[in-house]
């Protein structure tokens, strides 16, 4: 019973570290760029101050469309424009979703 405690325990800490290495925020629509193949880059600034992160979108980032799952492509006809969330890696090299409303 031990055992499994200690297991439990240490998934349960896995799981948060893992999350804790996502950060969120807003960006506008205009500084997400998407290629044609499903790539691109999202260009922000954490602070005023603080020198411009880009972070990857790779075949990996998941679009999100008024709660639904979507594609890189579908965001690019979609013409989206003002706010959208982004969640990207604490090292700011790669975004994770991309979530917007249509």
């Keep these: 019973m031990k055992y499994l405690s200690v297991i439990g325990i240490g998934m349960i800490m896995l799981a948060s570290a893992h999350a804790a290495e996502k950060m969120e925020r807003e960006v506008l629509a205009t500084q997400i760029k998407v290629s044609k193949d499903g790539t691109g880059i999202v260009k922000f600034k954490e602070c005023d101050r603080c020198a411009p992160v880009i972070a990857r ?31 990207y890696s604490k090292d700011g090299k790669k975004i994770h979703s991309v979530n917007y409303m249509k």
């Design 57 to 87: 979108i790779t075949r990996q980032t998941k679009f999100i469309e008024n709660g639904k799952v979507a594609n890189a492509q579908r965001f690019k006809s979609a013409q989206v424009r003002g706010v959208i969330s982004i969640s």
